[in-house]
């Protein structure tokens, strides 16, 4: 076992709380900061009218980074995988194709952005009143984003590679530079919301030039100029590893244009106007955005932690850190609620002074818009929790509830009947439904942590007996749910007295890992479409290391002796080892169905949906990590339909061609 291992079961949770999130809140508030200063100093050099601009502009920049976070997390997922699975030239491509297309893309969304900036412009909901001054900050901040697009790619790249510590420090480096060239170019130089635009260029430029000189550098693959090119089936697989946080950042992006376009409709039929409404909130939103920032640190940081001492069943160090985060988030969270409601007004001057109008809405949209932040004390830790110990899909639940399912419609069903303060109450809408949401997953968990027992339903570990063999063989058999695949698999290990691993390789996987056997059966081989989706602040998240986890454990039982693996994509795996026979076991739907009957004493009904849904779980999966189809036959050196020719004949076809070799 590892020390960092050691140390998360081990040490005092507090002390390891403190060391794992303290770099993921300064990464974080850091880059939140990036727009709230150039919106201090907007704010008071030139006017509210400035700051609505930024919020209109806002979108643009959250759209830039949804393709590179797509493309860099991406490519740091792929990384990561491909270094797993022992194939560093994959890795290397991996990278350099990441690269090679994130300047590509980075370079057609800034030219598309600076050709039709006006008519986007109108589409997040910009006004007359705001436009000028929204082209103005545009326009630079768009020719800056190329930068700012490859140095987020390189950025994830880089602590990808085991070098966090670098690149937080150039995130940070362009930052301290934007908050000192602000003022300067603002006042000093006296131009306004574009001197805040060129700052933050000039800052993005800066980190990006620091993570270029770190291409050199890196400490686990070497880059050539053969690995920048072009190849569009590893795109693909950058794409899809990625997808998850293109499609967070896209639905913030949606959110925010829906906003601004319903702030600037119902204000136009109020005293406030248009233009105070989309400032305030767009305000309002990145302040709460530091508070966000904040408590997914503290969460973030805690992710090894509660995955670690989940899998190695100390449940009561795993529920002992999430009192401790939810209570720390919950202080946080409170004593933003305080400000929000006691001290709106001076909140808002930070940013600027403002008529009364301007002032008198700030309060109404804290207080209104923010009644339930508290929510994010509870709401956002359970989300990072889930994805910590495996629960995906609930997890994916709370991450999009919030905003899509709770948020969108209750702007328009509120808005429609009370207007701009409809808007203002959606806030509260979806902060207190997520947080319903929240405490029921969190209490069902609590007790099923309570009750929960390891099941030790293995086989033994080592089925040899008399090895007929003269030579290494591994078998390798994929199989259809209810094809009989698994029994034929053990008929050929007892046949040939070699080593048979299914549930018993998950024994083996847990005493190399120090997860539990319960907590890899439970997340092994099981990527949903909603594991796709989230995506909290992890390049890999727990399917992507369970299959690098086994993925090695694979190849190290295949070079120890004979043996016959189930599944788990073995044949994919050792596809170019030697001495491999690589089979897939079929049979027709209606055999399989009066197998799961028989043999798992099933309704008919519930075995064929049953089936249907390994099947296609199986096949998602096997697509994913092998980007090949299932059921294709190239893949296997013999495909068998069990019913035709019989588990004991294909068994005895199989061992015929083991002897065979």
């Known amino acids: 076992?590892?020390?960092?291992?050691?140390?998360?079961?081990?040490?005092?949770?507090?002390?390891?709380?403190?060391?794992?999130?303290?770099?993921?809140?300064?990464?974080?508030?850091?880059?939140?900061?990036?727009?709230?200063?150039?919106?201090?100093?907007?704010?008071?050099?030139?006017?509210?009218?400035?700051?609505?601009?930024?919020?209109?502009?806002?979108?643009?920049?959250?759209?830039?980074?949804?393709?590179s976070f797509m493309i860099g997390d991406g490519s740091g997922s792929y990384l990561s995988l491909k270094l797993g699975e022992k194939k560093k030239k994959e890795a290397e491509f991996g990278v350099g194709n990441?690269?090679?297309?994130?300047?590509?893309?980075?370079?057609?969304?800034?030219?598309?952005?600076?050709?039709?900036?006006?008519?986007?412009?109108?589409?997040?909901?910009?006004?007359?009143?705001?436009?000028?001054?929204?082209?103005?900050?545009?326009?630079?901040?768009?020719?800056?984003?190329?930068?700012?697009?490859?140095?987020?790619?390189?950025?994830?790249?880089?602590?990808?590679?085991?070098?966090p510590k670098y690149a937080m420090i150039t995130m940070v480096s362009g930052a301290i530079l934007n908050t000192i060239l602000d003022p300067l170019f603002i006042f000093a130089f006296g131009w306004g919301v574009k001197g805040a635009a060129v700052a933050?260029?000039?800052?993005?430029?800066?980190?990006?030039?620091?993570?270029v000189f770190y291409i050199r550098k890196f400490k686990t693959i070497s880059l050539t100029k053969e690995n920048l090119k072009l190849k569009w089936n590893i795109i693909r697989k950058i794409l899809a590893l990625g997808v998850s946080s293109f499609i967070t950042e896209v639905s913030f992006v949606v959110i925010i244009a829906i906003q601004n376009n319903l702030l600037g409709k119902y204000g136009e039929k109020t005293k406030f106007g248009p233009d105070i409404p989309i400032t305030v909130l767009g305000i309002v939103m990145k302040i709460n955005q530091i508070l966000t920032s904040i408590i997914i640190g503290v969460s973030a940081g805690s992710q090894p932690i509660w995955g670690y001492n989940y899998g190695a069943r100390k449940f009561d160090r795993v529920k002992k850190t999430l009192k401790i985060v939810l209570g720390t988030s919950l202080i946080i969270s409170t004593t933003a609620f305080i400000l929000f409601q006691t001290i709106p007004?001076?909140?808002?001057?930070?940013?600027?002074?403002?008529?009364?109008?301007?002032?008198?809405?700030?309060?109404?949209?804290?207080?209104?818009?923010?009644?339930?932040?508290?929510?994010?004390?509870?709401?956002?830790?359970?989300?990072?929790?889930?994805?910590?110990?495996?629960?995906?899909?609930?997890?994916?639940?709370?991450?999009?509830?919030?905003?899509?399912?709770?948020l969108l419609p209750a702007m328009f069903v509120?808005?429609?009947?009370?207007?701009?303060?409809?808007?203002?109450?959606?806030?509260?809408?979806?902060?207190?439904?997520?947080?319903?949401?929240?405490?029921?997953?969190?209490?069902?968990?609590?007790k099923h942590l309570q009750d929960q027992n390891l099941k030790n339903e293995a086989l033994p570990d080592d089925t040899s007996t008399n090895n007929i063999l003269d030579k290494k063989i591994v078998i390798t058999i994929s199989r259809e749910y209810g094809s009989g695949g698994r029994y034929v698999g053990r008929l050929i290990a007892d046949k040939l007295g070699i080593k048979f691993y299914d549930k018993d390789f998950i024994e083996k996987l847990a005493?190399?890992?120090?997860?539990?056997?319960?907590?890899?059966?439970?997340?092994?081989?099981?990527?949903?479409?909603?594991?796709?989706?989230?995506?909290?602040?992890?390049?890999?998240?727990?399917?992507?290391e369970l299959f690098i986890k086994e993925s090695e454990l694979i190849r190290k039982i295949a070079e120890e002796d004979s043996c016959v693996i189930i599944g788990r994509c073995s044949d994919f795996i050792l596809k170019d080892r030697e001495n491999t026979i690589k089979v897939f076991i079929y049979s027709d739907m209606e055999d399989r169905v009066k197998r799961a009957t028989t043999f798992y004493h099933m309704d008919e009904k519930k075995a064929r949906k049953e089936i249907q849904r390994i099947d296609k779980t199986r096949a998602n999966h096997y697509k994913y990590y092998a980007d090949r189809e299932w059921k294709n036959p190239s893949n296997y050196d013999i495909c068998i339909n069990s019913d035709v020719v019989g588990v004991e004949k294909a068994a005895d076809l199989i061992c015929k061609m083991a002897k065979e070799m």
């Open 1 to 67: 076992m590892e020390q960092e291992e050691n140390i998360l079961g081990t040490e005092k949770i507090g002390k390891l709380i403190r060391k794992f999130s303290i770099p993921a809140i300064i990464s974080l508030v850091v880059n939140s900061l990036y727009n709230i200063v150039d919106q201090i100093f907007i704010g008071r050099g030139v006017g509210y009218l400035g700051n609505g601009a930024t919020n209109i502009v806002f979108p643009i920049v959250v759209m830039s980074m949804a393709l």
């Open 98 to 163: 990441g690269i090679l297309f994130g300047i590509i893309v980075s370079v057609l969304y800034c030219i598309i952005v600076s050709l039709f900036l006006s008519p986007i412009l109108t589409m997040l909901g910009c006004t007359d009143n705001l436009r000028s001054y929204a082209i103005d900050y545009g326009r630079i901040i768009t020719i800056g984003l190329v930068f700012a697009m490859i140095g987020s790619i390189l950025n994830t790249l880089i602590r990808a590679d085991g070098s």
């Open 200 to 211: 933050t260029v000039i800052g993005q430029f800066i980190t990006f030039i620091f993570n």
């Open 345 to 406: 007004d001076k909140l808002i001057l930070i940013f600027g002074s403002g008529n009364a109008l301007y002032i008198e809405f700030a309060c109404i949209a804290f207080r209104t818009y923010l009644m339930l932040c508290i929510v994010g004390g509870i709401q956002i830790p359970a989300g990072i929790f889930f994805q910590s110990i495996g629960k995906s899909r609930k997890s994916a639940i709370l991450s999009l509830s919030r905003q899509i399912v709770f």
């Open 414 to 446: 509120c808005g429609k009947f009370w207007g701009l303060q409809g808007v203002l109450y959606s806030g509260p809408i979806a902060d207190g439904s997520a947080l319903v949401l929240a405490t029921s997953f969190l209490i069902y968990e609590m």
């Open 511 to 544: 005493e190399e890992t120090g997860l539990s056997a319960e907590f890899i059966e439970n997340n092994e081989q099981k990527r949903s479409i909603l594991e796709n989706w989230n995506n909290y602040y992890s390049e890999v998240n727990t399917s992507d």
